[in-house]
C-alpha cells in the first residue's frame, strides 16, 4: 500500500543506488544490439565547483534528453568528467596552506606543491559529483575522466606538438590580461568588469621644437571657455596654445607612452600631426599620429597611447611602428631604474632621476598618486574630471587586471576557425536557438590567436624545453626534446658529443643547460579535446570510433567562445572520417538561458538573490527542481526561478502521488496485454486517445529541444485532463457501473498510469521509478527497471470519443468559469439553458445529463430558442449556454464590484505606461526592473479584459 505522502528524501538516495546496482547508467544499457549511438559530454564542471543553478540547469536539461533517447532503445553515453581548473585549484590549495601556515609553493617548489594539489583533489575535489547524483543526473559514472588524468594529458601533448610542427601554434609577445594577484595571465571569460568611481585627468603635453598652434575654443553659458568640439558648429575664438591635452583613467601608464594620437578628420589639430610632443615625467619625444581610435567627441579627441598596456593602443602602435615599453613588474610594481625599453628613449636629468628613483619599485596606485602630483606641481594638470567608468577584475584575484605585454605561447585560431566557420554556415552543426549562430560568427570571424599559456604550477606543463641561447625544442617527451637538443648544439658548436652524451645520461647535469618551459596550458586548451580525448583519442578505441562524433552539446552562451568554438575547431583538426574528412565533434548546439532571480536580475552573492539548488532539493526533492527548470527552460529566455515555482511542482509530485493511491485503493490493477483499443467505454476511450496525443506533443517537443513545451503537455495531462477530469469522470462508474466496465476502467486506470510515470521519467526520474517499483507489485511482473523501460510508442486514438468527452469538459469548465467571473456562490445550482444546439450536442447532453449536473452544480438542463432574460451567457460551438441568475446573485452590485475592479487595472495600466514611457527612468533603471513593469503591464491589461467580459456578460 502506497504511503498517504510521498517522501523524497528517503526515496531519492534509494532509488538513485538502484539505478547504480542495475548498471542503468552504463554506455549501451538496455540497447538492442546495433542500436543507434546517442552520445553527450558534458561540459566538464571544474573540479573546486560546487553545484550552482546554471548547472542544475545544464544537467537536468541532459539527464531529459540521455534518458529520453535511453528509452528509446538507443546506445546511449553521457559521458562524464571534470576538469582540473588551473587557477582556481591553485588557488584553493594556497589558500588552504596559508590556514595552515605551512610554507608557501615557491618555498617548497613546484613538484611538491604539485603533490599537494592531487593529494587535495583525491580527499576534496570533485565535490559537485556526488552533487551531480543527488539531481539525479543518469551519467555513466564508470567512465569518469579528468583533465588531467594519464590518458588526457598524453591527448593534449600530442596536440601541442602536432600543431605546434604544423606551425598552428607559436610564440609571441603580445597583451594579455594580466591578473597581477596570481601573476599569470587569464582568459577573458576570468575577467570581470567592476563599475568604479575614479577620476579622468587631463594632462598638458608641451609641444617639442617650439611648436605653436591655434587651438579652438566656445564660451559656454557662464561665458567660461570650454573646449570645441567638431559638432559644435563654428568655433567663438582661437587660442594659441603650446602643448595638446590628453585625458586618461590611468596616469601610471604616461611612464609607457610613445604617442598621442589623434582623429585624422578632427580639424583642430590637423596642423599637429607629424609633430612631436615632450613626456613630462621621462622626457621623451613622442609622436602626434592621426589614427581613427581617436573620437573626436569624446574628451578632448587627443588619447595618449600606451602600446604595452592597453589593448587598443597596443594596435595603434602596430599601424604606426610604435615602440611597446612594458613599466610595471608581474606585480603590477613600476620597473625603470634598469628597464632599457624605458631609458632609451627617456631624456634623462636629476629632478627625473630623482624621480625615477621614487617611483621605482611601487604599486601602480601608489605611482598614480605620485605622477599626478609630480604633474600638478610642474603646470602640467589641466583638470580632473569625476568619472564613473567599468574597470577589469580578475573573478579569482579580485584585483584590476593589467593588459601586459609579455611573451606567450599563442594558437593560430584564424586558421583553425575557418573549417569550423563552416561547418555551421553549411549545416552540419546547427545552433538551437539558431540566433546564436549570428554570435558565433561574429566572433570567429573575427578571432584573435589565442593565448593558451598560464604562469601557473597546476595543470599541462608546456612541452617545450629551452637551450642556453634561448632556442625551444617542442616534443611530446623530455627525451625526444633533450635527444634533438643535444644533436642541434653538438651542431652548432655548443658542446662536443662527449658533453651531449654526459648530459642525456645525466638530467642533474644538463639541468642548467636545458630546462623546460615553467608555464602550463589554459584549462580551455585540454577541454577543447574533450569530445574525443574523454573517448581515448589518441587511441583508436571501439568507444571513439563508436560514439565520435557525439549527437548535441548543452552549454551556456557564455562558453560560445571559449568552449564550444574552441572544440570545433580541435575536433574539425583532429578527427577525420574514413576518407579524411573532417568530423564535427557534435551535431547539434543547443544554448541553454540564464537562470535569474524571481524579478529577472542576475543571481550574484554581493547582491544576496543566490538560490542554491541542493537547498531547493532538501526541501522540496530532485523532482520538483527538475520539472520547474524544464518547464522554464524556452529557447532564447532567460528563466526567472522564484521558490515558488518550485513548491508548486512539488505540489504536482504530490498530485501524481495522489493520483497512484486513488488507483490503488480503487483496485486499478495492471492487465497483461491491456490493450486500450479494445475498451469499449467512451471515457476509457477518450483517455487512451488523450495518451496517445500525449506521448506524441511529449516525443517531438524533445526532439526539438523544446524542454517547456514537452514539461508542459505531460504537466497539463496529467494534472488536468488525467486527474482533474478522468478521475473524476468515472467516479459513478467505479462506484456503481457493470462490473465489465469497471474492470475495464480499472485496467485503463492502470495502463494510463504507467504511460504517465514513463513519459514524465526524463523529468521526474526519482518519484517515477518508485511508483513504476510500488505499482509493480500487483499484477504482472515488471521486466526491468523503469529508467531501462522503452519509451511509449502509441498509436490509438478514437476522434469521436476524444470529440464527445473533450466536449463535455469545455461545457463543464465553460460554466464554471462563468459562475466565478460573475461572483455565483459555489453551492448555489443554478439552471442550464441551452440556445441552438445541434443533434449532435442535443444528443451528448442527453448521454451526460447527470455528470454535468452534478459536475456543473446545474439544477436542471433545458433548450431554448432565445436565452432568458437575467442569464450570463457563453458560447460553446454552435450553441450558446445561459445561466439564468436572476435572484442567485445581486446583478446591479455584481455590476457595481466589476466595474470597480476594471477601473482599478485601468488605472494601474496607466501608471505603469507612464513610468515605461518616461525616457529618464528606462535609461536609468536596470533591466530586471524594466522587465518587471512590462510583466505587470500585461498582467494589469489581462485583469482589464478579463473584468470587461465579465460586465459584457451582465450587461443585460
Not at 274 to 299: C, F, M, N, Q, W
Not at 397 to 420: C, F, H, M, N, R
Not at 776 to 798: M, Y
Not at 899 to 916: C, G, N, Q, Y
Request: negative net charge.
Amino acid at each position: 500500500m502506497l504511503e498517504k505522502n510521498y517522501d523524497a528524501a528517503s526515496v531519492e538516495p534509494r532509488i538513485f543506488d538502484s539505478w547504480g546496482e542495475a548498471g542503468v547508467f552504463k554506455a549501451g544499457a538496455g540497447a538492442a544490439p546495433g542500436a543507434e549511438t546517442y552520445a553527450i559530454v558534458i561540459p566538464p564542471p571544474n573540479v573546486t565547483g560546487s553545484l550552482h543553478m546554471g548547472h542544475a540547469l545544464n544537467n537536468t536539461l541532459q539527464d531529459v534528453l540521455v534518458r529520453f533517447e535511453r528509452m528509446r532503445g538507443k546506445d546511449v553515453l553521457w559521458q562524464i568528467g571534470l576538469d582540473h581548473a588551473g587557477i582556481a585549484t591553485q588557488m584553493v590549495v594556497e589558500r588552504q596552506m596559508a590556514e595552515r601556515q605551512e610554507p608557501n609553493r615557491r618555498v617548497i617548489g613546484r613538484e611538491a606543491f604539485v603533490d599537494k594539489v592531487w593529494s587535495w583533489k583525491a580527499e576534496s575535489g570533485g565535490t559537485i559529483v556526488g552533487q551531480l547524483k543527488r539531481l539525479g543526473a543518469s551519467a555513466d559514472w564508470s567512465r569518469e575522466r579528468f583533465t588531467m588524468d594519464e590518458g588526457l594529458s598524453r591527448a593534449v601533448l600530442k596536440v601541442f606538438v602536432q600543431l605546434y610542427r604544423e606551425g598552428l601554434i607559436y610564440k609571441d609577445k603580445r597583451l594579455v590580461n594580466w591578473d597581477p594577484k596570481f601573476e599569470t595571465a587569464i582568459s577573458d571569460l576570468e575577467v570581470i568588469q567592476v563599475e568604479t568611481k575614479g577620476h579622468l585627468w587631463h594632462f598638458r603635453y608641451p609641444l617639442a621644437d617650439g611648436v605653436t598652434y591655434e587651438h579652438p575654443y566656445k564660451f559656454d553659458p557662464d561665458g567660461a571657455k570650454t573646449d570645441w568640439k567638431p559638432s559644435d558648429g563654428e568655433p567663438d575664438g582661437y587660442e594659441t596654445r603650446d602643448y595638446i591635452v590628453v585625458a586618461t583613467t590611468r596616469p601610471e601608464t604616461m611612464l609607457g607612452d610613445t604617442a598621442v594620437a589623434v582623429h585624422p578628420q578632427d580639424p583642430r589639430y590637423h596642423a599637429l600631426v607629424g609633430k612631436h610632443a615632450v613626456l613630462p615625467p621621462v622626457g621623451r619625444r613622442i609622436p602626434i599620429v592621426a589614427d581613427d581610435y581617436s573620437d573626436p567627441e569624446k574628451g578632448t579627441g587627443a588619447v595618449k597611447i600606451t602600446p604595452a598596456h592597453d589593448f587598443n593602443d597596443f594596435e595603434v602602435g602596430r599601424r604606426h611602428d610604435l615602440d611597446a615599453i612594458s613599466i610595471l613588474d608581474k606585480r603590477a610594481a613600476v620597473t625603470i631604474l634598469d628597464n632599457e625599453a624605458f631609458l632609451a628613449s627617456a631624456e634623462s636629468n636629476a629632478a627625473r632621476q630623482a624621480l625615477w628613483q621614487q617611483l621605482e619599485g611601487l604599486d601602480r596606485f601608489e605611482a598614480r598618486a605620485l605622477i599626478v602630483k609630480v604633474m600638478e606641481e610642474g603646470g602640467f594638470l589641466d583638470r580632473i574630471e569625476a568619472h564613473t567608468h567599468m574597470v577589469p577584475h580578475g573573478d579569482r584575484g579580485g584585483v584590476p587586471i593589467e593588459p601586459a605585454l609579455t611573451d606567450q605561447w599563442y594558437v593560430d585560431a584564424k586558421t583553425l576557425a575557418e573549417p569550423a566557420i563552416a561547418s555551421v554556415r553549411e549545416g552540419r552543426s546547427v545552433f538551437f536557438p539558431r540566433n546564436w549562430e549570428k554570435t558565433y560568427f561574429e566572433w570567429m570571424e573575427n578571432i584573435q590567436p589565442w593565448c593558451i599559456s598560464r604562469q601557473l604550477w597546476w595543470g599541462h606543463q608546456i612541452p617545450a624545453w629551452y637551450g642556453p641561447d634561448g632556442k625551444y625544442f617542442v616534443a611530446e617527451t623530455e627525451e625526444e626534446a633533450v635527444a634533438e637538443a643535444l644533436a642541434y648544439y653538438v651542431v652548432e658548436g655548443f658542446i662536443d658529443d662527449e658533453k651531449a652524451r654526459a648530459y642525456a645520461a645525466d638530467p642533474i647535469a644538463r639541468g642548467d643547460f636545458i630546462v623546460r618551459d615553467e608555464d602550463v596550458l589554459d584549462t580551455w586548451f585540454s577541454s577543447a579535446l574533450w569530445p574525443f580525448s574523454t573517448l581515448g583519442w589518441p587511441d583508436a578505441t571501439p568507444e571513439l570510433a563508436r560514439y565520435y562524433p557525439t549527437s548535441v552539446l548543452l552549454t551556456g552562451f557564455d562558453i560560445i567562445f571559449f568552449w564550444v568554438a574552441r572544440m570545433m575547431m580541435m575536433g574539425l583538426h583532429f578527427m577525420k572520417d574514413a576518407d579524411g574528412n573532417p568530423v564535427e565533434p557534435f551535431k547539434d548546439i543547443y544554448i541553454h538561458a540564464l537562470v535569474r532571480d524571481e524579478k529577472g536580475a542576475k543571481m550574484s552573492k554581493s547582491k544576496g538573490n543566490v538560490i542554491d539548488p541542493l537547498e531547493l532539493i532538501d526541501q522540496y526533492g530532485a523532482d520538483a527542481l527538475r520539472f520547474t527548470l524544464a518547464a522554464m527552460a524556452a529557447q532564447g529566455r532567460d528563466i526567472k526561478l522564484a521558490t515558488s515555482r518550485v513548491e508548486g511542482y512539488r505540489n504536482f509530485t504530490t498530485k501524481l502521488w495522489n493520483a497512484a493511491r486513488f488507483a490503488e485503493m480503487n483496485g486499478a490493477v495492471r492487465v497483461a496485454g491491456f490493450d486500450p483499443s479494445a475498451a469499449e467505454e467512451r471515457l476509457n476511450r477518450w483517455i487512451a486517445t488523450e495518451t496517445t496525443r500525449t506521448a506524441r506533443a511529449v516525443t517531438e517537443a524533445i526532439e526539438a529541444y523544446r524542454f517547456n513545451d514537452a514539461a508542459g503537455a505531460i504537466y497539463r495531462f496529467v494534472w488536468n485532463t488525467f486527474c482533474d477530469w478522468y478521475l473524476e469522470l468515472v467516479k459513478p462508474v467505479l462506484n456503481g457501473g457493470s462490473e465489465a466496465a469497471i474492470a475495464e476502467t480499472r485496467a485503463t486506470i492502470a495502463w494510463t498510469l504507467d504511460q504517465i510515470v514513463t513519459l514524465l521519467h526524463p523529468f521526474m526520474p526519482f518519484i517515477t521509478e518508485e511508483l513504476w517499483g510500488r505499482t509493480g507489485e500487483t499484477g504482472p511482473a515488471r521486466e526491468t527497471l523503469l529508467a531501462l523501460t522503452r519509451w511509449p510508442a502509441l498509436t490509438f486514438e478514437d476522434e469521436e470519443a476524444a470529440a464527445e468527452i473533450n466536449w463535455l469538459v469545455d461545457l463543464i469548465s465553460s460554466v464554471r468559469s462563468v459562475r466565478s467571473e460573475v461572483n455565483v456562490p459555489p453551492g448555489a445550482m443554478v439552471p442550464l439553458v441551452v440556445v441552438g444546439a445541434s443533434d449532435v450536442t442535443r444528443a451528448r447532453l442527453a448521454t451526460h445529463d447527470a455528470l454535468v449536473r452534478r459536475l456543473a452544480r446545474a439544477e436542471a438542463i433545458t433548450h431554448a430558442e432565445t436565452p432568458p432574460k437575467g442569464a450570463v451567457q457563453a458560447v460553446l460551438g454552435e450553441a450558446t449556454i445561459a445561466l439564468p441568475l436572476a435572484g442567485v446573485i445581486d446583478i446591479a452590485a455584481e455590476r457595481a464590484r466589476l466595474a470597480k475592479e476594471r477601473d482599478k487595472a485601468v488605472k494601474e495600466s496607466a501608471k505603469i505606461e507612464a513610468k515605461l514611457g518616461n525616457e529618464q527612468f528606462v535609461s536609468r533603471a536596470p533591466e530586471e526592473v524594466i522587465e518587471e513593469q512590462r510583466e505587470r503591464l500585461a498582467e494589469a491589461k489581462e485583469l482589464t479584459a478579463k473584468f470587461e467580459a465579465a460586465l459584457e456578460r451582465l450587461k443585460d
